[in-house]
Structures are given as structure tokens and as C-alpha cells.
């Protein structure tokens, strides 16, 4: 098991930037890979950022590419999501979360594959 604190979010303008944060407790952090999900007002939760244990393997959803930046520091046991160039539809609760599984060279990108969740921070761009 893993316990996942999130801390950051808040409220911006749209054009400015926010880094959130995720740190682990429990297992160890190296083991296992982190993603980062959103769900706005109404919608289903989908899949913003991965990042492999080691670094190596990163993943970003198309509307979020080029503006956001998955990091984590291992020996820290946190991750990060730096956003920049923030849009209105980025308004959003953000969670942090862990897939535990072996990693088998892949990253996963479905919430369902992800077992232990942050409990979310609000992230609001204002126009």
C-alpha cells in the first residue's frame, strides 16, 4: 500500500503557471510508476501524465503536451506536474496516483490500472 499527499493547486489566470505536487509514503518509491489524472465539473477522470520509475518512460495526454512537465525525485519520494501556458478548460481536481503493478515496459493510462490515489487539489484558470 501506498499513501499519496498532495499539495499545490489553487487558482491562476489563464497564460500563468502551477506545479503540484505528490509525496509517497509506504512502499518503497522506486518501485512502482506515478500518474497524474484531472476530472473537471461533469466529466469522467482521464489521464494527464506517467512517468516510469526510473524515468525513462513518460507519457502526456494530447492536451496537455508541450505546456506540462512530469517529474519525480525518488529519493525525495515525490512527484511533480509543473503546468504552464494554462487554459480555462484546464479548471479541474487533480489527483496524483500510483500503479503498483510490475513494470512490464509499458506505462498505463487508465484510471482503473492506477491503485492508490492522492485525494485530489483543485486547480482553477480564470480568463
Known amino acids: 500500500q501506498v499513501q499519496l499527499v498532495q499539495s499545490g493547486g489553487g487558482l491562476v489566470q489563464a497564460g500563468n503557471s502551477l506545479t503540484l505536487s505528490c509525496v509517497a509514503s509506504g512502499r518503497t518509491f522506486s518501485d512502482y510508476a506515478m500518474g497524474w489524472f484531472r476530472q473537471g465539473p461533469g466529466n469522467e477522470r482521464e489521464f494527464v501524465a506517467a512517468i516510469s520509475w526510473d524515468r525513462r518512460q513518460i507519457l502526456y495526454s494530447e492536451f496537455v503536451k508541450g505546456r506540462f512537465t512530469v517529474s519525480r525525485d525518488n529519493a525525495k519520494r515525490t512527484t511533480s506536474l509543473e503546468m504552464s501556458m494554462l487554459r480555462p478548460e484546464d479548471t479541474a481536481v487533480y489527483y496524483c496516483?500510483?500503479?503498483?503493478?510490475?513494470?512490464?515496459?509499458?506505462?498505463?493510462?487508465?484510471?482503473?490500472?492506477?491503485?492508490?490515489w492522492g485525494r485530489g487539489t483543485q486547480v482553477t484558470v480564470s480568463s
Open positions: 496516483a500510483a500503479d503498483l503493478k510490475p513494470y512490464g515496459g509499458g506505462l498505463d493510462t487508465s484510471p482503473t490500472e492506477f491503485e492508490n
